[in-house]
């Protein structure tokens, strides 16, 4: 099915950048008008996955050339769930950004920059193209090394350097695989490489292949051993900045290897066996970092890398079960993530500080705001009924049917940890009485007027109702996530959506 | 840079290559040339006016910073792919006149994209250029 609605995710976010750049000094409208878009961008994307749930996938092919020789933009269940997720992350965080983003850093392009930022996202999401996923992943790169670096200190020149050169190399290494594909095939459609592909019948070179891919998209999704680029630079930029990486940038690497994973290469013993060592390592890894680290922004920095190891487990596995544990928890963790770097811009609002040891008696102050940051952290961490509970009872079951006792082990030391470094967080920041000596810092919160406050409390408030619904609707989530996972496993009907109108004109 | 040979050539090579740049924009779609290299050729006659007149001047001459070319380009490329949505096509789909016009040949929707990077490319190679000789400037 042709639809145009389709582009509207990416195209809106250019047209609005370009708006916004017209108005590049005046920081006020700036504002209004990318809050403006952003809602719409929510509800267009609800409208869309909507549609793809009701009516399966829809694709456009662009400038009308026909599937395996042009571009083609595809929309299943997948991509238009991931595009949602972007658009709430996208909506909270530019309201957020509209009082937590100085107006210096405003007046250096911050706004066009963001949408840049999450046009690129959405056109990772919905193109059906190798090649163009490779541009969107430039275009990705670019605007996040800017919105990085703006401001221009010193750490955050040095956290750049590390992000850029990083994802160079992935990019490099993600370019070197599509041109092997390409030579071996002849193609970059998607859905054509699933079928050519599966034909090729030296599977050695295959799997070499989709080890470059892996490496790739293990870059950009820091999993171990290519993660140290991430908790060397997500704590450097200001929290609005950081929300966006911490809840999207590695999920896309994510949502890669899951694409490329089940449709083109589909995972074979060695394959597998590589992704759960590697989802194990990530996980272990993870959460060791996590502990010894005493700020929060680096706590939450390591805490993404050993939570993808969740997902990359999922892939790992393979089986249906698995990917949808995988599935629900990246809908669950884009939610959490983002929303965890909102509250610790909140906290460094009030307190001055992120380090763990100088804050402390935030539930004095404030009690309410406590109980609702409560919530994203236990979210977080997957007490029962919270978000991050219900994929791993997916996880474990594939785990057990599949008598991969390492992973199981790894989840349970991953979760177990999490559990303790938010206990930790807890105690530190909400509850233990405010450390004496230190120069007391002004409650910058405390002196914003209503308005402010609002604008920063909201996007917290909305996300948290997300994730809890995410917690306490699981049943529709899951639904979601198992329907999503048979399009995975069984990816005929995105090839035939692609490929199967196909009609060469002499 | 003053001599007074690239001074009074640059005085003619300003709307010669210009002009020059305005034909590759135009052959640009069947053979090469284009908005990219249009739009360079159209930079590069700016930057020789800088070398042989001073930053300065060449600022006098553009009346408006180059920068503001780059969302004009931007927003003339998204639209001409937004055309063919209004009569039904994918978005980006090449819809074009049935008759050539004189001089500019065949117009459609992809000339008007060639336009908006021409203006894009103008404004980014001048805004970068001006930037870098305006710091260097300073330190001198």
Request: glycine share 8%; with cysteine.
């Amino acid at each position: 099915m042709t639809d145009n609605h389709i582009v509207l995710p990416v195209i809106t976010h250019l047209f609005t950048a370009v708006v916004l750049i017209f108005f590049w000094k005046k920081t006020r409208i700036s504002r209004i008008i990318s809050v403006v878009a952003n809602s719409i961008l929510v509800i267009s994307s609800f409208v869309l996955f909507t549609r793809t749930w009701n009516a399966g996938v829809f694709t456009m092919q662009a400038g009308n050339w026909p599937a395996p020789f042009g571009i083609t933009f595809v929309a299943d269940v997948f991509s238009s769930t991931m595009v949602l997720l972007t658009s709430l992350s996208g909506m909270a965080v530019s309201m957020y950004s509209a009082v937590g983003v100085s107006k210096a850093r405003m007046k250096f392009g911050y706004f066009p920059l963001l949408h840049f930022l999450l046009m690129g996202l959405n056109g990772a999401f919905l193109t059906g193209d190798i090649f163009n996923l490779y541009v969107w992943f430039e275009i990705i790169i670019i605007s996040s090394f800017v919105l990085m670096t703006l401001g221009g200190r010193k750490p955050q020149i040095e956290g750049g350097i590390k992000y850029v050169a990083a994802n160079l190399m992935a990019s490099v290494i993600f370019l070197t695989g599509i041109a092997i594909l390409y030579g071996l095939t002849g193609s970059l459609n998607m859905a054509d490489l699933s079928r050519k592909v599966a034909l090729i019948p030296n599977r050695h070179l295959i799997n070499i292949t989709a080890l470059l891919f892996l490496v790739g998209f293990g870059i950009k999704s820091a999993v171990f051993p290519l993660f140290l680029w991430l908790p060397s630079s997500y704590h450097t930029p200001p929290s609005a900045i950081a929300a966006v990486f911490g809840g999207l940038l590695t999920k896309v690497g994510v949502y890669a290897l899951l694409r490329v994973f089940t449709l083109i290469f589909v995972p074979d013993d060695f394959i597998a066996f590589t992704l759960m060592a590697v989802a194990t390592a990530t996980l272990l890894t993870g959460a060791f970092g996590a502990i010894i680290q005493k700020d929060i922004r680096r706590i939450l920095s390591y805490l993404i890398v050993c939570h993808v190891g969740y997902m990359v487990a999922g892939l790992g596995l393979f089986t249906e079960t698995a990917l949808t544990g995988s599935l629900f928890y990246l809908i669950h963790d884009i939610m959490v993530k983002t929303n965890l770097f909102l509250v610790s811009g909140l906290i460094y609002k009030i307190k001055g500080t992120i380090k763990l040891e100088q804050a402390g008696s935030l539930y004095a102050a404030y009690p309410k705001l406590s109980l609702l940051m409560a919530l994203v952290l236990f979210s977080m961490v997957g007490v029962p009924p919270l978000s991050g509970f219900w994929p791993k009872i997916y996880l474990f079951q594939a785990a057990f049917a599949a008598h991969s006792y390492t992973v199981i082990g790894a989840i349970i030391v991953a979760s177990f940890f999490t559990l303790y470094i938010t206990a930790k967080l807890w105690a530190e920041v909400f509850w233990k009485d405010a450390p004496t000596g230190v120069a007391r810092h002004s409650d910058l919160y405390n002196r914003m007027n209503h308005y402010g406050k609002a604008l920063l409390v909201t996007p917290v408030i909305l996300l948290a109702i997300v994730t809890l619904y995410i917690g306490l609707g699981a049943e529709n989530i899951a639904r979601v996530s198992v329907h999503i996972a048979q399009e995975l496993m069984d990816p005929s009907p995105y090839i035939n959506a692609v490929l199967g109108e196909v009609v060469l004109e002499p | 840079m003053k001599t007074i040979i690239l001074k009074t050539a640059s005085r003619y090579l300003l709307p010669l290559l210009l002009l020059f740049s305005v034909f590759i924009l135009l052959r640009g779609h069947y053979l090469p040339g284009g908005g990219f290299v249009g739009g360079l050729v159209a930079a590069i006659s700016f930057v020789l006016h800088a070398f042989a007149n001073g930053l300065s001047n060449t600022r006098l001459l553009l009346k408006y910073h180059p920068r503001i070319l780059i969302p004009i380009g931007l927003g003339l490329s998204l639209l001409s792919g937004f055309v063919p949505m209004l009569f039904g096509e994918p978005f980006m789909k090449g819809l074009w006149f049935p008759e050539p016009l004189p001089v500019i040949g065949m117009v459609g929707s992809a000339l008007f994209f060639d336009i908006g990077v021409y203006f894009v490319v103008i404004g980014v190679t001048l805004t970068i250029l001006f930037t870098i000789s305006e710091t260097t400037q300073l330190e001198e």
